[in-house]
């Protein structure tokens, strides 16, 4: 019996690919990316014997003790100050969660959280936070962690909190007009540049709606 190897060859090859699968489309590499951006990369740093995610051995202890209370499933079951008064070193832990925390989110709200413990390593940490290139989210909760040294503001952090307003994403924006409306100090500058021309008509909108709320 005659044999044509070349296309037996041909043949093999084609079973070998059917065998592996199709490739995943772009979308769904697009997705996935995305999701990551969003919640964290599929790996958790270190697993519990329940299957939820540990803070890692580099962590400090109040780390591991708040990062359940971050992951709460509803903003308002989020730890408050006097919660967090409990926790010695919440500091501390607060600050290893909002740079290595998983998911995104966990990070966020402990950069908001920080907003009670102002003092200089706290601002130093959400102010590089806050610069221009990272996440949004990010971002967007190292504004609200600054609103702890909003009470008596200096000229650094009204220029940020300024800046701010003039930012592409609305979360930004929204964050530093909550901040502002919020403080008597700076409410009264918000106020003043609620009608710049300069600023997009959604950042004013978001900034009229942080002035129709009281402050403090």
């Known amino acids: 019996m005659n044999i044509d190897v070349r296309q037996l060859l041909v043949t093999l090859a084609l079973l070998g690919l059917a065998c592996d699968g199709p490739a995943h489309p772009p979308e769904a590499d697009a997705q996935r990316v995305a999701h990551d951006v969003e919640t964290g990369p599929a790996t958790a ?12 051995d580099s962590a ?35 600050r290893w969660l909002a740079t290595k925390g998983t998911p ?9 959280l920080l907003r009670h413990y102002p003092d200089a390593t706290t601002r130093a940490l959400l102010e590089r936070s806050a610069e221009t290139g990272g996440h949004a989210s990010l971002r967007a909760a190292a504004l609200r962690g ?11 952090l009204r220029a940020r909190l300024l800046d701010a307003l003039r930012d592409d994403d609305p979360r930004v924006v929204e964050a530093a007009a909550s901040v ?8 009264a500058t918000l106020e003043r540049v609620s009608d710049d021309d300069e600023l997009s008509s959604e950042s004013r909108a978001r900034i009229q709606s942080a002035l129709s709320r009281p402050a403090g």
């Open 45 to 56: 740093p270190t697993s519990s014997h329940n299957g939820e995610a540990e803070a890692d």
């Open 60 to 94: 400090p202890a109040s780390a591991a003790a708040l990062l359940p209370l971050l992951r709460a499933r509803h903003r308002e079951d989020l730890p408050d100050a006097e919660t967090l008064a409990r926790h010695r070193d919440a500091a501390e832990g607060l």
């Open 104 to 112: 995104l989110s966990v990070r966020a709200r402990a950069l908001s």
């Open 146 to 156: 600054l609103a702890g040294f909003a009470d008596a503001p200096d000229d650094a």
């Open 180 to 187: 502002m409306a919020s403080q008597a100090s700076l409410r």
